[in-house]
């Protein structure tokens, strides 16, 4: 008997123990390698499937890597099917219009980035375009014939045997581009490409770059991005011109204002064009940023949305040629909505709590989205009558294991009163948790946004037990052009006010412990860190990444000149506002540990800025420490470096701010 019974207990246990979910764990850095990217979603002629890109960071090989997919969007059960598996990345699916081949980018054979294609029939990858210079865009012409192809210029040969590098001879303006080096006489272009006979004709010269192509529903005509004023490095002021497709065509240039036109897409009638507009150029990069179109024939374009006062971005006609779809920014969101060609009133097609980063509407009338929201990262979903139905499921196994916290809005106000918009994420296991350790992090850009996005890092910290605040504070986008330039030439001011009132309104809600606080960003994030150390000293710890601090050093070491002499003017003429605006003439008020992190190629904000705050803080006797990560520019690509950039955040926050 005494058998038998133990025999039941065992039985009853075993059944008991496979059926007890696993209870989820807290993330960790090493679930940054286990995550995966969804990217660039684009419909079958057909409307049955929907290719897409996935990239993961490679720990093991310390690289990342890209591969394309499909998925059934009739059936989204079905699992979706790999299409390349090279160690190379491949990108920028584009399906022909016949539907017969799948288009991409990849440098899989080390010759650099070609055009290659994939037969539907089945086969292997075969390489299709064969350029001395790397290919950045392509698109095919709507009967499937051709390719209109971005190219940059070959590199002249080297003259010396031995390969020793030529000297470097800059003539232009502008010096230097962030991940692209000393600027010399290459350009982008646009190139022919007759698929049958694989012989190209380039079709635009010049120095200028040539981007963004557009063909014709007729295949007759192409529209593309170009900056054709005198001095092109002198200004941003691209506009959308017109050609035949063919050699030594004459150009139509469609819009005549003096910022950034770019986006363009033609109507299904071929009779005007949809793009985005650029603001005033002499507002830089706080200028608003709204849908358009433009006749073909030229004249005067006609805003849509204006008067809404928010950003919109990558326009698409719809095919019935009644709309133009759209992503429309919005205090924390970016929706995807909708307005008449003729004009009126803008509707948001999807709205809510989340940011759509992508989207295309297919020739059949499917239309998908690339959509984030706090617990996930983006994946693709099918938009129709029914709503949202979920395609892509590429991190939903391993996220079911994790617990993650959720994210909070709030509103704070600040010293002036303006209201500003937060998110707040608390750790997932201390959801009432009171007196918490503090983070504030700071967005880049300045104009730029937090939103309703999956964030990895805020994730991170909530799991190492800390409240997480990030607010929008002006300059910011999202909350219109006033509330963006509201900073012009004035940095560190308002914004220090703005980001100070979020994290009072948490200490203020009993969640934030006032002597537990950290605070820290990259670029322009960093910068404002800068700014907030010198002001007070209430942040027992900060990290400052990629940022600026003695804004004289800048000028000709950054890729900024342009921006730098429209919001401060020539720093030999203005001297005494960019030592003013500058923290690192402020830095002996800083008393706050200092994290100072900077890729060594970072020509967007140069390591000499990190290397002067450091300096600075050693020499005053602080405690800091400097990190520098080798052969990396303004983002850190590598994986181990950026296993290595959470690790050092989270050390260094564990040992000031949770003492």
């Known amino acids: 008997m005494r058998i038998i019974l133990t025999s039941c207990a065992l039985v009853l246990f075993s059944s008991f123990a496979t059926s007890v979910t696993p209870q989820p764990r807290l993330l960790e850095i090493d679930d940054l390698f286990e995550l995966r990217t969804v990217g660039a979603p684009r419909v079958s002629p057909d409307g049955d499937w929907v290719a897409y890109t996935v990239s993961q960071l490679d720990i093991d090989a310390d690289r990342s890597d890209t591969d394309i997919f499909m998925s059934s969007l009739s059936d989204p059960a079905e699992d979706a099917i790999r299409l390349t598996t090279s160690d190379r990345s491949e990108t920028a699916p584009r399906w022909s219009p016949d539907g017969r081949y799948l288009g991409f980018l990849s440098s899989r054979d080390d010759e650099g980035t070609e055009v290659w294609i994939l037969d539907r029939r089945g086969g292997e990858a075969t390489r299709l375009t064969n350029y001395e210079g790397n290919v950045s865009a392509f698109s095919w012409s709507p009967d499937a014939t051709k390719l209109v192809v971005v190219v940059r210029d070959p590199k002249p040969e080297s003259a010396n045997e031995d390969d020793t590098p030529q000297p470097v001879v800059v003539t232009r303006l502008q010096i230097k581009r962030d991940g692209q080096g000393y600027l010399t006489n290459q350009y982008r272009h646009l190139h022919l490409f007759d698929v049958s006979t694989k012989e190209s004709i380039q079709i635009t010269d010049g120095p200028y770059e040539d981007v963004s192509p557009a063909w014709s529903p007729d295949g007759a005509r192409l529209v593309f991005v170009s900056n054709r004023t005198e001095v092109p490095d002198s200004n941003a002021n ?246 963006s330039r509201a900073i012009w030439a004035d940095w560190g001011n308002k914004d220090f006010d703005d980001v100070m009132a979020a994290v009072d309104y948490v200490i203020e809600s009993n969640v934030a412990d006032p002597n537990r606080l950290g605070v820290g960003g990259w670029s322009y994030g960093g910068i404002l860190t800068n700014y907030v150390i010198t002001k007070t000293g209430r942040f027992q710890a900060a990290i400052t990444g990629a940022s600026e601090v003695n804004y004289l050093s800048n000028y000709g070491t950054d890729h900024y000149q342009r921006q730098w002499e429209a919001e401060l003017g020539l720093p030999w003429q203005n001297t005494e506002l960019w030592i003013h605006l500058s923290p690192f003439f402020q830095v002996e008020k800083i008393t706050t540990p200092t994290l100072v992190m900077v890729g060594e190629e970072d020509w967007n904000v140069p390591a000499l800025n990190s290397e002067q705050l450091y300096q600075a803080l050693r020499r005053l006797g602080r405690d800091t420490e400097l990190v520098i990560y080798p052969g990396q520019s303004h983002g850190i690509r590598r994986p181990t470096y950026q296993r290595d950039r959470y690790e050092r955040y989270l050390d260094w926050y564990d040992h000031y701010v949770k003492q």
């Open 238 to 483: 691209t506009d959308i011109f017109l050609m035949e497709a063919g050699a030594d065509a004459p150009l139509l240039q469609l819009t005549d204002s003096e910022g950034s036109d770019n986006s363009p897409a033609f109507s299904p009638d071929g009779t005007f064009v949809a793009y985005v507009a650029g603001g005033d150029p002499a507002d830089i990069w706080y200028a608003p940023r709204y849908i358009a179109v433009i006749p073909t024939t030229g004249g005067s374009p006609q805003f849509l949305g204006s008067d809404l006062d928010r950003n919109g971005g990558s326009p698409q006609i719809t095919n019935d040629g009644e709309h133009v779809l759209f992503l429309l920014e919005d205090e924390g969101n970016r929706h995807l909505a909708k307005v008449p060609v003729s004009g009126g009133d803008v509707e948001r097609i999807i709205a809510g709590e989340r940011n759509i980063s992508r989207f295309h509407l297919g020739s059949s009338d499917r239309l998908v989205i690339l959509e984030s929201q706090p617990t996930y990262p983006a994946e693709i979903s099918r938009v129709d009558d029914l709503g949202l139905t979920r395609i892509s499921r590429v991190n939903d196994a391993h996220l079911a294991g994790i617990m993650l916290a959720p994210v909070e809005r709030f509103t704070a106000s600040s010293a002036d009163g303006t209201p500003i918009g937060g998110f707040l994420t608390r750790p997932p296991d201390q959801l009432t948790g009171t007196s918490l350790p503090t983070l504030l992090r700071i967005h880049g850009g300045p104009v730029s946004q937090y939103s309703t996005a999956f964030r990895f890092e805020w994730q991170l910290f909530a799991a190492r037990g800390y409240a997480v605040v990030a607010a929008n504070p002006r300059g910011s986008s999202g909350y219109g052009f006033a509330f």
